[in-house]
């Protein structure tokens, strides 16, 4: 299948900093990318949609200002959290689909620990 | 809005016996309903998945079944071994594209 690769694996910052997370389709283009949060024991809560030259879509409750999401390629989607907190200590997973149609692939996950 | 319900939370069999894992959706035009596993600290690894057209699949000893008059479709494990124990999501993907899963289950197979 589909390859979707995610950078940094883990990342471990500081409260008030901002770190920046790489989703990349490495084999294929991906119009749209879809960052989930999973936090301990919880299923993955979509956060936004992210579209390929356009603004992202924010699902309810999610702070655009806050998580900032970048799609400037085709293979290339950026979540930014800003001013990072300790409740936003949580697991983010990015995902692909080649179309709309087509089956969800999944980046390696991205564990954010803010102190 | 876009709403997935899966049960049961948790579930707990002997080593061969079958796991079936149940969840229902809210949007009348979901299309695709996939099943992932995940294991603790990776990404969900999809298993089978199964699409409006279809009433049934399945694929060595998983198989999926969807009732799309009722909204429900369901997970079936047979001759569980201890391997398969794990967190395990449903999600629909509604009439907008996005991938809205179920709050999950953790199944334990005892040896």
């Known amino acids: 299948g589909a390859v979707v690769s995610q950078h940094p694996s883990w990342v471990i910052c500081k409260s008030g900093t901002s770190v920046k997370i790489e989703c990349r389709s490495l084999?294929?283009?991906?119009?749209?990318m879809f960052w989930y949060r999973q936090f301990p024991k919880q299923s993955l809560m979509l956060m936004a949609t992210?579209?390929?030259?356009?603004?992202?879509?924010?699902e309810q409750g999610v702070e655009k200002d806050k998580f900032l999401i970048n799609h400037a390629s085709l293979t290339l989607s950026t979540l930014t959290v800003t001013s990072a907190h300790p409740e936003d200590s949580s697991f983010y997973i990015c995902?692909?689909?080649?179309?709309?149609?087509?089956?969800?692939?999944f980046g390696e996950g991205s564990r954010l620990t803010v102190l | 809005g876009e709403n997935v319900e899966q049960h049961p939370s948790t579930l707990s069999v002997q080593e061969g016996d079958s796991a079936v894992i149940k969840c229902t959706y809210s949007?009348?035009?979901?299309?695709?309903f996939p099943w992932y596993k995940q294991e603790l600290g990776k990404r969900p690894q999809l298993i089978i998945d199964?699409?409006?057209?279809?009433g049934e699949k399945k694929d060595q000893r998983i198989a999926v079944t969807l009732n799309k008059t009722a909204k429900h479709f369901s997970l079936h494990i047979t001759e569980t071994q201890p391997e398969d124990s794990a967190v395990y999501f449903c999600a629909a993907k509604s009439s907008s594209y996005k991938l809205i899963f179920g709050s999950g289950t953790r199944l334990l197979v005892r040896p």
């Open positions: 995902s692909a689909s080649q179309g709309a149609q087509g089956e969800l692939f």
């Open positions: 084999d294929f283009q991906a119009t749209t």
């Open positions: 949007d009348s035009a979901s299309n695709y």
């Open positions: 199964i699409r409006s057209n279809v």
């Open positions: 992210s579209n390929e030259g356009s603004k992202a879509t924010y």
